[in-house]
């Protein structure tokens, strides 16, 4: 079955730290990877994509996120994080199932940068 | 540009109640999407139109319609209410075809009671 992991419920990190937010992925073909952001009571924003080209992918916040074909994985990075950093961050995939391609999103890692 | 905007923000039904969300896109985008969000459950698709005059079920179209009215407008529709459906319901746009990004409303709070 085609699914999207993300294997931490929640990250801690303190501010000025260097923050990961994990994501694998076990779709078939060439997928599609996105990475979302929602702050509380707010909807859903992009912040990076992967479709094609450099695995190194840079985005919106100073964020930016590898993608690694050998181990199914793309995850979230930031060099020194903020406290306004924290929010509830979503994977999500694109994948090709028959003659359309699927979207399917992770259940979400809340990240607490703490002071 | 307002962007995806809908509407109400917040919603106290009874069961067996029916209401209509509302969602608008001022970005001329052709794709429009319905999503609930649940806690432990993530970003469930319910519907989506890939444009004007198009739907399709998601993942968990039970107990919602859907109308494309025009390009701008995707409504969502409870016809009887259950307390299943209490979540977050979020409409999401994109361009179409190619371009991967979707835009995401700032969502409708239901409570079924």
């Known amino acids: 079955a085609q699914s999207v992991a993300q294997p931490e419920d929640q990250v801690n990190v303190a501010e000025g730290n260097p923050l990961t937010v994990k994501c694998t992925y076990s779709?078939?073909?060439?997928?599609?990877l996105f990475w979302y952001v929602q702050y509380p009571n707010r909807g859903l924003q992009f912040l990076l994509k992967?479709?094609?080209?450099d695995n190194l992918v840079k985005g919106s916040y100073g964020f930016e996120a590898e993608f690694n074909k050998s181990q199914t994985s793309f995850h979230l990075k930031k060099p020194s994080a903020l406290v306004s950093d924290s929010a509830l961050y979503f994977c999500a995939v694109k994948y090709n199932a028959g003659n359309n391609r699927k979207l399917i999103w992770g259940l979400g890692t809340s990240l607490a940068v703490n002071p | 540009n307002a962007g995806v905007t809908q509407t109400p923000k917040f919603q106290v039904l009874k069961t067996g109640q029916s209401m209509t969300l509302q969602c608008a896109q001022d970005m001329n985008h052709n794709s429009m999407y319905w999503y609930r969000q649940d806690p432990g459950m993530g970003l469930r698709l319910i519907y989506y139109?890939?444009?004007?005059?198009?739907?399709d079920k998601g993942e968990v179209p039970n107990g919602y319609n859907v109308s494309r009215l025009n390009k701008r407008e995707f409504s969502l529709r409870l016809e009887s209410a259950a307390p299943s459906q209490t979540s977050v319901y979020f409409c999401?746009?994109?361009?179409?075809?190619?371009?991967?990004?979707?835009?995401f409303g700032p969502g409708t709070r239901l409570l079924v009671l």
């Open positions: 992967y479709i094609t080209g």
């Open positions: 139109s890939a444009s004007e005059g198009t739907t």
């Open positions: 999401a746009s994109k361009p179409g075809d190619g371009v991967e990004t979707q835009y």
């Open positions: 779709v078939s073909g060439n997928p599609y």
